[in-house]
């Protein structure tokens, strides 16, 4: 498990290169694709996928209909902070070339200064008058952010706020004066293609350096894009995992959570929603049938959970305290930036103590504010009952986050048996 999820993680850049890497196991495990521009030939008691650029949906349907049993959802999200290339990317200075970039979601800005980065996502390019696209993931160092030194900024042991236009622009360094536009040569030299044939793109510059264990007994991961890689993993091998039943089954692998989710490919869309609504009608179901079906669902909102930080207690609630190593955490709050409920809530526990499986509970301190997730957003659609669950992690946000395997382990264990419960 260890290694596969490290791998996972290491091969998802980016949701398009997620889409792929989940595309590839789904396969593996005998799931058939439901193209979304085609009637869906799915049928009762078949594996079955749909995938847009960057979101993609697993679907494994039960023995009885839904409308007569529901689906058990769960739905993780798989993009992460980083930073986006913008068009016109090359800024010269002196003999350096940076790249200009915007912030996409909310990265903890000072962690991304003086790390290995690299580049991947997917470029477009035109190729016998039609537009055709490539996916493309370096394994190259090929920039870096350098910080400015502590003499010319004595400051910033007490107070520095990155600017983004300013101080996040990886730089090329071209000593010899000979470099015009180091990225678009990179990618022709990577792709094959021709920069005069070369569209556009929507690229990321990302960590470099791979995801690994620390700890004395390896007990800890850390790895960048842990959340919510780590989320997506677990709903997959849980998937995996559980045994046909009676109910059926939905992975909603979203993107765009950390920009609102307010997309196509978002929480907000409506692709869950019509996929769901197409299911129930290749199976012969009707409107209300699948109003019926959706009624007698039940979600999962996966997303990661902020646990304690030894060295700023005071940031948590005074009671409900996350630690990592002691299992997943539910997740609520008042103002319902959460799913969960009491109730929603109580079904979860009760399943989690007749599997024996450790859960701990978040909410966040009432003088703080804190986040949301896919959970509410989802319900705006789907109407239906769901708790929002994740596994403790410091550094949430960070070029690198950090998690516990146990919790990882406990996280699998607990979507098996949402699955088949």
Known sequence: MKNDLLEFIDQSPTPYQGVEEIEKRLKAQGYLA??????????????????????????????????ETGFAIIGPHLDSPCLRVKPNPHIKKKNYIQINTEVYGGPLLYTWF??????????????????????????????????????????????????????????FVDLEDKLQDPLFGFLEEELG?????????????????????IGLREELISAPRLDNLASAHASLQGLFQSKPGDKSKFLAFLNHEEIGSLTEEGASGNLSYEILERIVYALGGTKEEFYQALHKSFLLSADLAHAVHP???????????????????????????????????????????????????????SDRKGGSTLGPLMQHSLTIPGVDVGTPILAMHSNRELGAWVDQINYEKLFKVFLED
Not at 40 to 67: H, M, N, R, T, V
Not at 193 to 213: A, C, G, M, R, T
Not at 338 to 365: M, W
């Open 114 to 171: 003086d790390k290995p980065l690299t580049l991947a996502g997917k470029v477009y390019y035109q190729e016998e008058g039609q537009v055709r696209e490539k996916l493309v993931h370096s394994k190259k160092a090929l920039t870096i952010i350098p910080s400015l030194a502590i003499h010319m900024n004595r400051g910033a042991n007490e107070k520095f706020a990155p600017n983004p236009q300013v101080d996040l622009l990886p730089i």
């Open 311 to 365: 060295s700023h207690l005071e940031c948590a609630d005074p009671s409900n305290q996350p630690l990592m190593g002691k299992g997943p955490v539910i997740k609520l709050a008042a103002n319902r930036s959460y799913v969960s409920t009491g109730y929603t809530s109580a079904v979860i526990e009760s399943l989690c103590r007749k599997h024996d499986i450790p859960y701990q509970k978040f909410v966040n301190a």
């Open 193 to 213: 293609i021709k920069s005069q044939d070369l569209l556009d793109f929507d690229l990321f510059v990302l960590p470099l350096e791979k995801s690994s264990s």
């Open 34 to 67: 439901c193209p979304l521009d085609q009637d869906f030939q799915c049928k009762e008691e078949g594996k079955f996928y749909a995938k847009s650029p960057g979101a993609i949906f697993a679907f494994e349907l039960g023995k009885k209909k839904p409308w």
